[in-house]
């Protein structure tokens, strides 16, 4: 064989693994949502992993035990929603019986008097009241867009809860059936990786749930200072959405924000609590957020603070949820190269001990 066929063959095996590369980049793109839906469902198999284990150990049956965890999670969403929405009605009502006499003060009010007799108001509003039969028709088809939209996010919801049944009871088994297809060296790497992921995982929940109830005993101590009514339900639903790193204060900020303007001492009440909220936020984004997820995922406050806005530049809100794991995960596995490139500097087995200085671990 001479050198112009074997020079053939490597540029039909490059050719052919370039193309199968190209093809399977492909294929995923087309199928981004379903694998979307499986990393969030593996991410929340791992999160409520602890739990069902907790109820495994006590002789409850594994599928039972991870619908016990969906009723508890469920429970809580749902005690929640009765802390909030009762509250929230009682204000609309309060509202509604109190209309007349808000009508009264705008009809006294010299400046919504004079904006209403300017013809050329009058005549804006008449234009905009002649097309409001077709703005009902342009409202019909938003209602069924949003209805659809809905409808296709349970159905994602129900197939993420459906995956993370499966993953979560048998994906124990999965692993090991993976794991035993690998040389035994391999596959104790393998097991370390997994390992590290999982616990990563599971510390980042903790943390994140930690900070929450931070965020909600801070707003709840502000707005009794204030005299804010429904401290509590306000305080719960700021750290629900606290969860949400980086933007979640401040979207929980905006709606506490707004029940202060009306029900604090205006503009009193509202100054007092933006600056809280302000200094709250810079004190949980820069200290908090990276102290408690340092030591719950075990990074490095500053990858904490890059991952979290690179993931919140690429994927949004999901991906500033996931930012974090994702970075956990990679320490994991330059952990794991690591150890392999450099065994005299990495500790012995189930040690517990830290790399050496200079090793990647050192950043967490």
Not at 154 to 169: A, E
Request: proline residues 6%.
């Amino acid at each position: 064989m001479d050198s112009t066929q074997v020079s053939a063959r490597a540029v039909a095996q490059v050719v052919l693994v370039a193309a199968g590369v190209i093809a399977a980049l492909y294929f995923s793109y087309l199928i981004r949502t379903v694998i979307g839906l499986v990393v969030i469902a593996a991410f929340f198999a791992i999160a409520i992993a602890p739990a069902v284990n907790w109820l495994d150990h006590r002789k409850v049956p594994r599928w039972m035990a991870i619908l016990l965890v969906y009723l508890g999670i469920t429970g809580g969403i749902f005690g929640i929603g009765l802390l909030i929405v009762p509250p929230l009605v009682t204000g609309v009502e309060t509202l509604s019986s109190n209309l007349d006499d808000y009508a009264d003060d705008l009809r006294n009010n010299p400046t919504f008097r004079y904006f209403f007799n300017d013809t050329a108001t009058t005549e804006k509003l008449k234009e905009q009241a002649n097309q409001l039969p077709s703005r009902l028709g342009e409202a019909a088809g938003t209602l069924r867009d949003v209805t659809v939209g809905v409808f296709s996010r349970l159905v994602q919801l129900f197939s993420i809860l459906v995956i993370t049944f499966f993953l979560v009871k048998d994906g124990n088994r999965l692993l090991e059936f993976f794991y035993r297809q690998l040389p035994t060296g391999r596959a104790r790497r393998m097991r370390k990786i997994a390992g590290d992921i999982s616990d990563a995982i599971s510390g980042y929940v903790f943390g994140n749930f930690v900070i929450s109830i931070l965020a909600g005993l801070v707003t709840y101590v502000t707005l009794r200072i204030l005299g804010v009514p429904f401290a509590l339900p306000l305080a719960i639903l700021f750290g629900f959405f606290d969860l949400i790193p980086l933007v979640g204060a401040t979207l929980g900020g905006i709606i506490v924000g707004i029940v202060v303007a009306f029900a604090a001492d205006f503009p009193i009440g509202l100054i007092v609590w933006a600056a809280v909220l302000i200094l709250y936020q810079q004190v949980e984004n820069n200290l908090i957020q990276p102290y408690v997820y340092g030591k719950a995922v075990q990074l490095h406050p500053l990858i904490v603070i890059v991952a979290i806005l690179i993931g919140a530049a690429l994927l949004g809100v999901l991906g500033a949820l996931l930012a974090i794991p994702a970075a956990a995960a990679i320490q994991a596995v330059v952990r794991d190269y690591w150890r392999l490139k450099h065994p005299e500097q990495a500790p012995p087995p189930d040690s517990g001990e830290s790399p050496p200085a200079g090793a990647p671990a050192e950043a967490g």
